[in-house]
């Protein structure tokens, strides 16, 4: 088998997909406000890359285009690709980039299980294969891996070091035998060291800890984190022992990573009074800028502060993301990034 390379995210891109949420989804109660984050971000991407929008037919597209045209996007950067959906969150439905080690692009397609056989999976399953064979990859290989494994638990700084958690990736409902997650992790996207989050878990989370809403390298040396300074909330203990951790994590050098505390929004509930899983580490890297999620609270401007200091030479884009957590989720969780040489064969 070919050796590979789990890129960064802050490596160069081809294009950022995601799948634009419908009156039939999750999100139908939040639509117009969810539709409004995605046009926003859609926007904030074409200025800088292309942008991949799965719809779910043509009446869905027109829609989505009408949406699209009050917002000024970069049209010639738009591209569209029909094919069912249930869940929007294609960090962890869609097919994982890689660099093979001759210099060219490839995609691997984990099994996705609804997060532990917490949500019906069927369809979402089949989501990566279904984007592959409509073409819009054009011929670069693809596998498809018996393994479930989601993007959103992946965090990588390109020098084969896996930044994860235990609980999202080495747990039974995952797959039935936890203990073989580092050698296949080994053999499929060429990790070499783990950095393995035993705490860390935001309330209201459904994937059991996923790493992007939690920790994330900014460069080879760097990696931002949620932090709490309240030992009033129950997310205290845990955030406070992934802190320090993370202090004791190196580098691939020996040295100690430089950590940057992002804070946390004050408390948001759903309707129901169960608290929503905001974070600021669920920002999402494209070229030229970092997007990072707003939640309408004093907090926000603390956290840009903390991304510009992390990513100097980006653009920092603020982008609303509150009604994006009533389904769980955020900016980086609904998209995926491909690193070049993957580019789109598909016309605008």
Not at 57 to 76: F, G, K, T
Not at 247 to 259: C, M, S, V
Request: aromatic share 10%; charged share 20%.
């Amino acid at each position: 088998m070919d050796p590979v390379t789990l890129p960064p995210e802050w490596a160069p891109q081809g294009f950022v997909l995601l799948a634009w949420p419908h009156p039939e989804g999750d999100f139908a109660p939040w639509l117009e406000a969810v539709e409004r984050s995605y046009a926003l971000t859609v926007v904030a991407i074409s200025r800088h890359q292309d942008v991949l929008i799965a719809c779910r037919d043509a009446q869905h597209r027109r829609d989505i285009e009408e949406r699209l045209n009050a917002y000024h996007p970069v049209a010639a950067r738009l591209r569209f690709v029909q094919l069912p959906y249930r869940d929007v969150w294609v960090r962890d439905t869609a097919p994982i980039g890689v660099w093979h080690h001759q210099g060219r692009g490839g995609l691997l397609d984990f099994r996705f299980n609804g997060w532990g056989g917490k949500y019906p999976s069927r369809t979402d399953d089949e989501f990566g294969r279904a984007l592959y064979h409509s073409g819009v990859f054009g011929d670069i290989p693809y596998r498809r891996i018996d393994w479930v494994l989601e993007g959103g638990s992946l965090e990588t700084d390109g020098l084969g070091t896996l930044l994860a958690t235990r609980h999202s990736i080495q747990n039974p409902n995952r797959n039935p035998d936890p203990s073989a997650a580092e050698a296949i992790l080994r053999r499929h996207l060429g990790i070499k060291r783990f950095l393995w989050l035993d705490h860390g878990k935001l309330a209201g989370d459904d994937t059991d800890g996923h790493v992007d809403t939690l920790a994330r390298f900014a460069d080879h040396d760097t990696i931002l984190y949620q932090s709490c300074d309240d030992p009033n909330d129950p997310q205290f203990a845990s955030l406070t022992a992934m802190a320090a951790q993370l202090r004791g994590f190196r580098t691939p050098y020996g040295r100690p990573y430089e950590l940057i505390a992002l804070p946390g929004p004050r408390p948001i509930h759903n309707r129901e009074g169960q608290r929503l899983p905001a974070s600021y580490a669920n920002f999402l890297v494209i070229n030229g800028a970092v997007l990072l999620p707003q939640y309408e609270d004093p907090a926000d401007m603390a956290a840009r502060r903390c991304l510009q200091r992390a990513f100097p030479q980006r653009e920092i884009i603020p982008v609303p993301a509150r009604p994006l957590i009533q389904q769980y989720g955020s900016l980086h969780c609904m998209t995926m990034n491909y690193p070049l040489p993957i580019e789109l064969v598909l016309p605008p």
